[in-house]
C-alpha cells in the first residue's frame, strides 16, 4: 500500500520502518470475527462478576455487535496505524461508544485475546477442511464402488508385483484421507480449551471468569496454566502437520496419475480432465492437475516448518515471535483447501483405459506368487515353490505349472476373484472394504456436523438481537 498519496501526510507510525515491521494487520484480519465474538463473551463475563454494571455491559456487547456488521459488510474502517486487528476494533468500540469503550480490556491482555482468536479461527478452518476431504472421500468411494471388476496391476519398487484392482487402489487412497480427517477431528477435540482469563501471563487479581467465557464460547473448558495459555501453539502446530500430511497424500496420488498418464503406462485417457496442452507441442496433453498437486506439498512442509523453527526454544511465556505463527497457517490452509478441492474434480474426471488395462493385466509375471500358491495349496513348502516357479518363469514356461483352476494370465478377473484374503483386492473383501468405508464416512459426518454446531455457536453469538 502507498503511504505518499496527496493530503496530509501519514503519521510517523506508519512511516517509519519499524512500525511497518511489527504491525500485523496483514496476516491477523482474517480473526476479526472471532476477536469480537471473543470480546463479546469477555464483556458478558465482566458483567456477570460485577466489574461492569448492567447497562455498561450490554453498551458494549451493542456496540461489538456493530462493529461485528461493520466487518462484515465491509465498512469497518480499518487503520493501518493501528498496530493489530485487536487493537483496530478496540479503538472502534470507543470510538462508537465513548469512554465505556475503554472498559473492555478490563483483566485480559492481546497475549490471551490472540491465542483465543486462533483457537476460534482452527475451528472454521479445521471444519472446512475437513468438509472437503469428505467430498473427496465420497467421489473415491464412487469411483471404487464402480471398478471392483477392474484388474490393475498392483507395484512394489514401481515393478509389477500382484494383480490389484482399480476399486482398490481408489480405496487405499481414501483410507489415508480418512486418517487425515480423523487428525484433524481428534485435534478440534484436543484445541478445544479456552486461554482467555490468562492475561499477559499471570491472570488477575479481579474476579473474573474463564470457565463463563469458555462455556459460551462452545470450549470444553478454559486453560489450567496461564503461562502455557498465552504461549500454546500446539494446536497450529499439529494443523500445520495433519495439513502437511494431507498434502504429502494428495501428491502421492498425483504421482501415480501422472504416472498412468504417461504414454509408457497408457492407464490413463489423456483427457482434458488431467489439465492442460503445450503452447508449443500440438500433441501434447499433460497431467498438469496431477502434477501441481505433487508441487505443492513442497509449501505445506515448508509452512509447519517454518512454524516449529519459530517455536523452537521460546521461552516462556509471550514472545513477539509468535506473531509469525499466522502467515505459514493461512498458506497452508488456502494450499489444502486448492489442492483437496482439485484432486476431488480429478477423482470424478479421470478415465482409465479399458484396453491398456486388460493388455497390462494378462502380464504372467504379475501371476508368479499365486502360481507358488498354488503349489503351496497342493502340499508344497513354500521355499521350493518359490524356487521352481523362480526356474520355471527363468525358463519361460511358467504355463506349465499347475494353476489350481484356471489360467490367471489370461483370465485376471478369475486371478483376481481368487485374492480374496480379508482386506485385498478380491471383489468380496472390497465389497466388505466399501462398506467399512460408507460407515466410517457417516461417522465422520456426524462428528462434523457437531464440530459445525460450535463455529455456528460463533456466528450467533456476533448476530444476536439485544433482548
Ligand atoms: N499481533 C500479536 C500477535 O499476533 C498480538 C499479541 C500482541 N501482544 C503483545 N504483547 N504485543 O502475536
Do not use: C
Amino acid at each position: 500500500m502507498s503511504v505518499s498519496g496527496a493530503g496530509s501526510p501519514p503519521p510517523s507510525y506508519v512511516r517509519t520502518p519499524g512500525a511497518r515491521f511489527l504491525n500485523s494487520l496483514s496476516v491477523d484480519r482474517p480473526l476479526a470475527r472471532y476477536d469480537v465474538a471473543g470480546s463479546i463473551a469477555h464483556a458478558e463475563m465482566l458483567g456477570r462478576v460485577g466489574i461492569l454494571s448492567p447497562s455498561e455491559t450490554s453498551e458494549l456487547v451493542a456496540g461489538l455487535r456493530t462493529v461485528a456488521r461493520e466487518i462484515r459488510d465491509g465498512s469497518f474502517p480499518w487503520r493501518e496505524d493501528l498496530e493489530d486487528v485487536h487493537t483496530n476494533i478496540e479503538v472502534r468500540v470507543t470510538e462508537l461508544l465513548g469512554p465505556v469503550g475503554g472498559k473492555l480490556h478490563t483483566a485480559r491482555s492481546r497475549n490471551d485475546q490472540v491465542a483465543l482468536d486462533e483457537r476460534l479461527y482452527l475451528r472454521s478452518a479445521i471444519l472446512d477442511v475437513a468438509t472437503a476431504l469428505l467430498e473427496l472421500e465420497r467421489r473415491l468411494l464412487q469411483r471404487a464402488d464402480l471398478a471392483v471388476d477392474v484388474p490393475l496391476p498392483g507395484y512394489t519398487h514401481l515393478q509389477r508385483a500382484q494383480l490389484v484392482s482399480v476399486a482398490h487402489w481408489f480405496l487405499a487412497h481414501f483410507w489415508r484421507f480418512d486418517r487425515d480427517l480423523d487428525r484433524l477431528i481428534d485435534l478440534a477435540r484436543r484445541a478445544n480449551t479456552s486461554p482467555l482469563g490468562a492475561g499477559a501471563l499471570a491472570g488477575s487479581t479481579l474476579p473474573i471468569d474463564p470457565a463463563y467465557v469458555a462455556s459460551r464460547l462452545g470450549f470444553d473448558g478454559a486453560f489450567e496454566n496461564s503461562l502455557d495459555a498465552v504461549s500454546d501453539r500446539d494446536p497450529l502446530a499439529e494443523f500445520l502437520f495433519d495439513l502437511a500430511l494431507v498434502a504429502v497424500h494428495a501428491s502421492s496420488f498425483g504421482e501415480e496419475v501422472v504416472v498412468f498418464a504417461s504414454q509408457e503406462f497408457g492407464f490413463l485417457e489423456r483427457s482434458p480432465a488431467l489439465g492442460a496442452g503445450s503452447s508449443l507441442m500440438p500433441q501434447k496433453r499433460n497431467p498438469d492437475i496431477a502434477e501441481l498437486v505433487r508441487g505443492k506439498a513442497g509449501r505445506a512442509i515448508g509452512d509447519l516448518v517454518a512454524l516449529l523453527t519459530v517455536l523452537k526454544g521460546l521461552p516462556l511465556a509471550y514472545n513477539r515471535d509468535l506473531q509469525e505463527d499466522k502467515a505459514p497457517v493461512a498458506d497452508a490452509l488456502a494450499t489444502v483447501e486448492g489442492v483437496v478441492g482439485a484432486l476431488s474434480e480429478l477423482v470424478d474426471g479421470m478415465r482409465f483405459a479399458p484396453a491398456a488395462l486388460a493388455a497390462a493385466s494378462g502380464d504372467a509375471e504379475l501371476y508368479a506368487t499365486d502360481r507358488a500358491e498354488a503349489l503351496v495349496a497342493s502340499g508344497v513348502p513354500f521355499r521350493e515353490a518359490h524356487a521352481t516357479v523362480t526356474a520355471a518363469y527363468a525358463a519361460g514356461t511358467p504355463a506349465a505349472l499347475p494353476t489350481g483352476s484356471g489360467s490367471y494370465d489370461h483370465d485376471p478377473p478369475l486371478a483376481l476373484g481368487r485374492r480374496a484374503s480379508p482386506g485385498g483386492p478380491g471383489p468380496k473383501a472390497v465389497a466388505t472394504q466399501i462398506a467399512h468405508a460408507r460407515e466410517r464416512r457417516t461417522a465422520r459426518s456426524e462428528t462434523l456436523s457437531s464440530l459445525g454446531r460450535k463455529v455456528e455457536l460463533i456466528e450467533e453469538l456476533l448476530n444476536e438481537v439485544e433482548k
